[in-house]
Structure formats: structure tokens, C-alpha cells
């Protein structure tokens, strides 16, 4: 485990600089972290105290994407997408601790604060010395329209001003290559640093003397510093102005395009942050949406649970699509379902439940020895062997995620009987695969069974075209896929009800799990049901640890589940009103929201025992349940104004 060390001060000779470590401290519910045990944050419920988390805060444009510290280093960044090398990747402790990330060191620090600037992508680092010396870091990836299209390059830009005092600081920028192997090799000019990596070359340009970029001496910050960091193309005006007008353009892009969300009235704040992330994690190279953007952080401290989810599993995205679409951010949905026509509704209906964000349909899984993981807690995984696995719930999301497609009058272009005939083939899969074993949707690694879960999927898969060829006026087709949903739903309630009267897990099983939570919200059964009722309250009694909710209870692959699968609750939250219960849903919802991370972000797992959070980061299945809760719960406007 690595700990963080004290800053010293400043050499006034050589430059070297003792190691800025990567993992804050314990933290209250600031996003100041100062030496003092007790802060707080304006409109944001009280936060547990908690020991050292994921206390990041992510940037990114479509095309790549960075996590940055509460100290403004930025310790993770793939290259030249978000499944690439992460050339900053301290993160996951790499064997040279002196580098993988890019950080501004301020001598004598004493405090720092993270924001984002209102509705946007653009995050705000401020670093405060002993002496009241103050300097700010803005960070962001540009992203705007330019000539008829999105301007989204592989770029990342920083900007570091004095606010107050003299402070003195030290730029250190020390990319690794080949997954934290080595050290590259860089060659430099007048105003500019190139770093030879193994997949491209990395340059940084920028305004300040180029020994203090190049070799991290110690100077005086009197003035903006602007750096420009991305492809190696020269730059053709002043970083200065470069950055300014990209900051201008993309702050109107992100207020654009928060402006016209659907926001429910209540925890306005929350839901905004949310949304954008969920942007965020969608490629726009192709329209695949990644589940999350980081690789290998444990689901627990000490376990082997280290996953790489920086692929798209039409499952999750199916959700995220459905949470944007709620939001009237309806885009997201069009370039995913682009994605999905494009590779993963084949002529033979086979579905794999990862692809990776370029289409790849085979992602071999590899254990990268010179990244030693989250604190130390290894292994580092790339790719994941989950795209071997059967998971027959794949085939109702994706038609869950195209249904709107064929109703949604705002579209452009509406989708009609060629996309209906695609999705038949997801429809015919589904009927095929509904009564037959498979891995489920917690992708078990030891042993199948007959899911509940994804029983239920096949029937939406065929529920939803029978509503579509109802829609299109295809009656024909429409009765087909209704006879077929009929028959379905027969089959499910007939093998997987318990004798007391409660939905189990998996046919003829008497255990629970988390997802039966969610079917009355795909219409499955309706709030009312004793089944469902009887389904909540013992999920409720049966799940619940400390407070937050286990997905499962009993023993899989790798033993018993210690730490709380944040989205679990959210769909709790989301049954308990179904069912009249609003106000323990809010009390629920409104500890949820206490754990989220000083800027509002959300990993895959929570511990309840220590407050930390765990697993990869953020995570889009955690930030779409936020969302969906946050809408349920909310007062309705007309309430309001």
C-alpha cells in the first residue's frame, strides 16, 4: 500500500522534487483537503468521514479522457483512446514510482480545493501554501463545433495562474509507455517536449521556459503558464490563445448542451454532474459507451476482483442510453445504436456481452506485471474474458436501447422496418436462448444457471418488437413477437416464483439477488404485484449490510461479496417508491448521495464499514442509477415554480 508522504520544501538548486504521491488521505465531505480533520461543502449532504477513496475528478471530450487527483496531478490517461496505454497511470502504482503522471507542485502546500466550472467538463484545482501563496489549475479537453463538425482531438489542455502571494512551483510532466514499462525516450524544441511513445508521439507545448516543463526545475509562477498536450502537431498560434479560445468554445458546448437537459427539480446539481459523465464515457469515434474508465481497481481491498471495464457491454450502456434519453439527451442514444448496428447485431443474431470500443470482438485478458494496482492491490488486468462468456440478458438491452429509436418524434430520423429487421434478429436469439443457462448479468465465472434476469430480458427483447411492429403498423410481425413474449412471461413466473410468493434469482432457486429489483420497471410486473412487493421486502431483508445493499449474498468464484454494489441501491430506491415506500427511499437515496466523492462522482462499490469507495471509476452503472432515482423521487416541477 502507498502512502502519501509530507511535501518539503523546494530545492533552490537541481530541481528534483520529493514524489507527490497519489492517493489523498482521509477526506470529509470538502473538496478541500487541508491538514485539518473537519470541513464542509455547500449544498451537499453531510459525508461520512472516510478513509483515502477515489477522490477524482474526471475530464474528457469523446475522444480521450483523464482522472486528476484532488491535487491536480493527473494520474490516469489512456492514449490515443480510452482502451489505450495510459501513459499517466501512477494510479495504478507503477514499479517507477517517480512517474505516470503530471503534476504542478507548489512548495510548502498546505490545502487544495477541486470544482468544476458550472454545467461543464472543465475542472478547477486551487493549491494554497503556509504562507497564503495561492495558484489555480484548469483543466479540460477541448470540445465544440468547428467546421460543420465536433472538434474532439486527443488533447488534453492545462493552464496554471498565480491568484495570490508568490507562488513557487515545479511542473512535472513524466509520462511512461507500454503500461508503465519504461520511460520513454523525448527529443524538445524551442517551445515544445516530444515523448517517443510505443503507440504515437506525445508533445507538449507550451509558454513557459521549456526547462521548466522539460526538467521540472523550480520557478517562480509570476504569470499564466499554458500547456498544450496531445498529438504531435505543431502549434500554429500562441499557447495562450489557443487555450483561451478553446476554453471559451468548449464551456459554450457543455452550457449548450446542459441547458437542454430534463432535469427533475430536486438535486438538480447531482443529476446535471451525472449526465455529463455519462457523456463522458461514450467514445465518439464509433458510439460505444465504456462502462467505466478505468481498469483493475479492486471491488474490495485485498481481493483478485480487478476487472478492466474500459470496453462497452450492451447491457450497461443499454442504461446509460435510457437515463440520457429520460434527459432528453436523446444523441446519445443515436451514435450507440450506430455502434451497435455496425458489429453487434450480426446475421446470425450471436451477441458477445463485451465488444471493445473499436468494434474488437475478441478481448484476450492479460496481467500487466509493471503496474502493481490500486494502493499496491494487483492484478492489473487488460481486457476481460467476459466476451467468452454466454449472457443471454444482452439481447432484450439492446432492443431496450433501440425502442425509442422507432417512436421519438424529436429524431431526426425516425427508424423504421430495415432497423425493425436488424433487431429480429436480437428478438429471434432472445426466444432461443430464454430457458437456457448462462453466465447472468454479475457475470459469474464458476457456474450458469437459468437467470431470472435474463429470462425477463428475452421476454423485453420480444415484448418491445411486438410494440415496435405495432408501431410501424407490421400487426403481423407484431402478433408474432407478442405470442412469443406470452410465452415467455408464462415460463418465468411458472419456474422462477418461490413457494412464499417472491421472485428468486435464478429458475427453481431459493436465492435472491439484486436485480429482480428491476422488474417492475421494465414492465415485467406491475408495482402492485404481491410478488413484486414480496420481492422487494426480501431483497431488502435479505441483502441489506449496514446499511447498503450486497448484489448477492452467497459465495461466487471468489468468495462472498464484502462491499455494497452502489447501483443495487439506487434500483432499490427506484422499487421502494414503486411500492409506496417514498420516504425510506429518500432517506436512502439521500445517504447515496453522501458518499459520492467531493466532486459529485461515483465508483462501482462502496464499503460501509471504512466509507471508501472501490472498483473501477466512475462508473456509468452507478451514475445512471443516481440519475433514475433522482427523477423518481423528485418533486414535480409544477410543485415548484
Known amino acids: 500500500m502507498r502512502i502519501r508522504t509530507p511535501r518539503t520544501k523546494l530545492k533552490k538548486t537541481a530541481g528534483k522534487l520529493p514524489s507527490k504521491t497519489r492517493h489523498s488521505k482521509a477526506t470529509s465531505a470538502s473538496t478541500t483537503t487541508t491538514r485539518s480533520p473537519s470541513r464542509t461543502r455547500e449544498e451537499r449532504p453531510p459525508r461520512p468521514r472516510r478513509r483515502a477513496s477515489l477522490d477524482l475528478g474526471i475530464i474528457g471530450n469523446g475522444t480521450i479522457n483523464a482522472l486528476i487527483d484532488a491535487r491536480g496531478s493527473i494520474v490516469w490517461h489512456c492514449v490515443p483512446a480510452f482502451d489505450g496505454d495510459p501513459v499517466f497511470c501512477s494510479l495504478l502504482s507503477p514499479r517507477f514510482s517517480d512517474a505516470g503522471f503530471f503534476d504542478v507542485v507548489l512548495e510548502n502546500e498546505a490545502s487544495s480545493h477541486q470544482r468544476y466550472l458550472d454545467n461543464s467538463a472543465v475542472l478547477v484545482t486551487t493549491l494554497t501554501a503556509k504562507d497564503g501563496a495561492q495558484l489555480e489549475i484548469t483543466d479540460f479537453a477541448p470540445r465544440y463545433k468547428q467546421h460543420g463538425r465536433t472538434f474532439h482531438p486527443m488533447q488534453i489542455l492545462r493552464r496554471v495562474?498565480?491568484?495570490?502571494?508568490?507562488?513557487?512551483?515545479?511542473?512535472?510532466?513524466?509520462?511512461?509507455?507500454?503500461?508503465?514499462?519504461?520511460?520513454?525516450?523525448?527529443?524538445?524544441?524551442?517551445?515544445?517536449?516530444?515523448?517517443?511513445?510505443?503507440?504515437?508521439?506525445?508533445?507538449?507545448?507550451?509558454?513557459?521556459?521549456?526547462?521548466?516543463?522539460?526538467?521540472?526545475?523550480?520557478?517562480?509562477?509570476?504569470?499564466?503558464v499554458h500547456i498544450v498536450l496531445g498529438t504531435d502537431e505543431t502549434l500554429h498560434e500562441s499557447a495562450a490563445r489557443f487555450y483561451d479560445d478553446a476554453l471559451d468554445s468548449t464551456l459554450d458546448y457543455w452550457h449548450e448542451w446542459s441547458r437542454y437537459l430534463s432535469i427533475p427539480a430536486e438535486w438538480q446539481e447531482a443529476v446535471i454532474r451525472a449526465a455529463i459523465t455519462l457523456k463522458l464515457c461514450q467514445y465518439e469515434g464509433t458510439g460505444a459507451i465504456t462502462?467505466?474508465?478505468?481498469?483493475?481497481?479492486?471491488?474490495?481491498?485485498?481481493?483478485?476482483?480487478?476487472?478492466?471495464?474500459?470496453?462497452?457491454?450492451?447491457?450497461?450502456?443499454?442504461?446509460?442510453?435510457?437515463?440520457?434519453?429520460r434527459l432528453s439527451a436523446t444523441r446519445t442514444m443515436e451514435e450507440y445504436m450506430r455502434y451497435i448496428f455496425n458489429l453487434a447485431v450480426k446475421e446470425e443474431g450471436k451477441m458477445a456481452p463485451v465488444y471493445g470500443i473499436h468494434f474488437q470482438d475478441e478481448l484476450p485478458e492479460r496481467e500487466e506485471a509493471t503496474l502493481t494496482g490500486y494502493r499496491g492491490m494487483g492484478p492489473v488486468r487488460v481486457g476481460n474474458e467476459a466476451w467468452k462468456q454466454q449472457q443471454n440478458d444482452i439481447?432484450?438491452?439492446?432492443?431496450?436501447?433501440?425502442?425509442?429509436?422507432?417512436?421519438?418524434?424529436?429524431?431526426?430520423?425516425?427508424?423504421?422496418?430495415?432497423?425493425?429487421?436488424?433487431?429480429?434478429?436480437?428478438?429471434?436469439?432472445?426466444?432461443?436462448?430464454?430457458?437456457?443457462?448462462?453466465?447472468?448479468?454479475?457475470?459469474?465465472?464458476?457456474?450458469?444457471?437459468?437467470?431470472?434476469?435474463?429470462?425477463?430480458?428475452?421476454?423485453?427483447?420480444?415484448?418491445?418488437?411486438?410494440?415496435?411492429?405495432?408501431?410501424?403498423?407490421?400487426?403481423?410481425?407484431?402478433?408474432?413477437?407478442?405470442?412469443?413474449?406470452?410465452?415467455?412471461?408464462?415460463?418465468i413466473l411458472r419456474h422462477a416464483v418461490h413457494e412464499d410468493g417472491y421472485f428468486v434469482e435464478s429458475f427453481g432457486s431459493d436465492q435472491l439477488d439484486a436485480s429482480l429489483l428491476l422488474l417492475e420497471g421494465l414492465r415485467f410486473v406491475s408495482a402492485g404485484d404481491p410478488r413484486f412487493v414480496k420481492t422487494v421486502d426480501a431483497v431488502g431483508k435479505t441483502l441489506m449490510r449496514d446499511g447498503f445493499l450486497l448484489r448477492y449474498a452467497q459465495p461466487d468464484d471468489f468468495g462472498a461479496p464484502r462491499t455494497s454494489f452502489l447501483v443495487c441501491n439506487f434500483w432499490y430506491v427506484e422499487a421502494l417508491i414503486a411500492i409506496g415506500r417514498a420516504d425510506e427511499a429518500r432517506k436512502l437515496f439521500e445517504k447515496l448521495l453522501a458518499i459520492r466523492n467531493p466532486l459529485g462522482l461515483l465508483s462501482e462499490d462502496f464499503d460501509p464499514k471504512t466509507g471508501e469507495l472501490w472498483g473501477n471509476f466512475p462508473q456509468t452503472y452507478s451514475m445512471v442509477g443516481l440519475i433514475n432515482a433522482a427523477r423518481g423521487l423528485s418533486t414535480r416541477w409544477s410543485d415548484v415554480v
Open 161 to 224: 495562474r498565480p491568484l495570490s502571494g508568490a507562488p513557487r512551483i515545479a511542473l512535472r510532466l513524466k509520462p511512461l509507455t507500454g503500461y508503465g514499462a519504461r520511460k520513454p525516450e523525448h527529443t524538445f524544441g524551442s517551445n515544445h517536449v516530444r515523448y517517443l511513445l510505443d503507440p504515437l508521439v506525445l508533445r507538449a507545448t507550451t509558454d513557459t521556459q521549456l526547462p521548466m516543463l522539460r526538467d521540472g526545475l523550480p520557478f517562480l509562477l509570476d504569470h499564466d
Open 291 to 325: 462502462a467505466a474508465m478505468t481498469t483493475s481497481i479492486p471491488e474490495a481491498p485485498g481481493t483478485v476482483r480487478t476487472w478492466d471495464y474500459r470496453y462497452c457491454w450492451p447491457r450497461d450502456a443499454a442504461l446509460s442510453v435510457r437515463a440520457l434519453n
Open 395 to 491: 439481447y432484450g438491452s439492446v432492443v431496450l436501447a433501440a425502442t425509442q429509436m422507432f417512436c421519438d418524434r424529436r429524431l431526426v430520423r425516425i427508424a423504421g422496418e430495415t432497423e425493425y429487421v436488424r433487431l429480429e434478429r436480437c428478438g429471434e436469439a432472445a426466444w432461443r436462448l430464454h430457458d437456457k443457462p448462462d453466465a447472468g448479468l454479475w457475470e459469474l465465472r464458476g457456474r450458469t444457471s437459468v437467470h431470472t434476469y435474463s429470462a425477463v430480458m428475452c421476454w423485453v427483447a420480444c415484448d418491445r418488437l411486438a410494440n415496435i411492429g405495432t408501431w410501424l403498423g407490421l400487426d403481423d410481425r407484431a402478433r408474432f413477437w407478442r405470442k412469443r413474449a406470452d410465452s415467455i412471461r408464462r415460463k
